[in-house]
T-cell receptor, first 113, second 114 residues
Framework: DTGVSQNPRHKITKRGQNVTFRCDPI?????LYWYRQTLGQGPEFLTY????????KSRLLSDRFSAERPKGSFSTLEIQRTEQGDSAMYLC???????????FGSGTRLTVV | AQSVTQLDSQVPVFEEAPVELRCNYS??????LFWYVQYPNQGLQLLLK??????LVESINGFEAEFNKSQTSFHLRKPSVHISDTAEYFC????????????FGKGTKLTVNP
C-alpha cells in the first residue's frame, strides 16, 4: 500500500492550455475525491466518484473542468483553457465504502502563467 | 449548507506550552467532525474524528478534541506542544447520512517556537 499517488507534483502551464492530472487511490478504496486548495484557504470540494460513477459535482466545477474514473481505479482531472484563477493545489483523496476519513495524496500544484 | 469557522488564522506558541485551536461549525443537521493536519509540502493527514459516542476524542500524538453540540464547537487541544507540531490544522465537517463531501475551514497555522 503506497497511499494515494498524484502526478505530476508540479505543473506550470500557459494560460489557455489544457492540463490533465492523475490520481491513483489506495487500491481497495471505492471512493475517490478531488479538492482544490488555494493559498490561505482550506480545501474546497470539486467532485467524487464511487467506483466509476461520478456521484456529486460542485458548482465550482465549471464546464472547463472534467473528471473521469473509467475503470473505477485511477482518476484524471482535466482543465481546459486554463486561466490564472485556476492556479491552486489540486488534491485527491480516497476512502473505503463506509469509511469516514479520507486518505489524501500530496497534491498537484498548478501554476498558470 | 454547512460551514466551518476557524477563528484563528495563526497561532504562535512556545515549545511545551499548551495550545487550543478553535473550530465552530454551522449545520441544520447532525454532522461528523474531523481535524486534519498538513505539514509543509505534504497532503492532509487525518488527526482525529468524532462520529458518535464520547464527546472527547484523542489522537496518538497527544492531541484531543471535544465535541460540544450546544456551542457547535470542536476545539483541538494539546497540553504541551513540540517543535514538530508546527503545521497547518484544518477542521472539517461532513453531514450524517448525506453528501460524502467534507467542508473545511480556512485552517490555523500553528507555529511552535523554541
Amino acid at each position: 500500500d503506497t497511499g494515494v499517488s498524484q502526478n505530476p507534483r508540479h505543473k506550470i502551464t500557459k494560460r489557455g492550455q489544457n492540463v490533465t492530472f492523475r490520481c491513483d487511490p489506495i487500491s481497495e478504496h471505492n471512493r475517490l475525491y478531488w479538492y482544490r486548495q488555494t493559498l490561505g484557504q482550506g480545501p474546497e470540494f470539486l467532485t467524487y466518484f464511487q467506483n466509476e460513477a461520478q456521484l456529486e459535482k460542485s458548482r465550482l466545477l465549471s464546464d472547463r473542468f472534467s473528471a473521469e474514473r473509467p475503470k473505477g481505479s485511477f482518476s484524471t482531472l482535466e482543465i481546459q483553457r486554463t486561466e490564472q484563477g485556476d492556479s491552486a493545489m489540486y488534491l485527491c483523496a480516497s476512502s473505503p465504502l463506509g469509511g469516514y476519513g479520507y486518505t489524501f495524496g500530496s497534491g498537484t500544484r498548478l501554476t498558470v502563467v | 449548507a454547512q460551514s466551518v469557522t476557524q477563528l484563528d488564522s495563526q497561532v504562535p506558541v512556545f515549545e511545551e506550552a499548551p495550545v487550543e485551536l478553535r473550530c465552530n461549525y454551522s449545520s441544520s443537521v447532525s454532522v461528523y467532525l474531523f481535524w486534519y493536519v498538513q505539514y509543509p509540502n505534504q497532503g492532509l493527514q487525518l488527526l482525529l474524528k468524532y462520529l458518535s459516542g464520547s464527546t472527547l476524542v484523542e489522537s496518538i500524538n497527544g492531541f484531543e478534541a471535544e465535541f460540544n453540540k450546544s456551542q457547535t464547537s470542536f476545539h483541538l487541544r494539546k497540553p504541551s506542544v513540540h517543535i514538530s507540531d508546527t503545521a497547518e490544522y484544518f477542521c472539517a465537517v461532513r453531514l450524517q447520512g448525506g453528501s460524502e463531501k467534507l467542508v473545511f475551514g480556512k485552517g490555523t497555522k500553528l507555529t511552535v517556537n523554541p
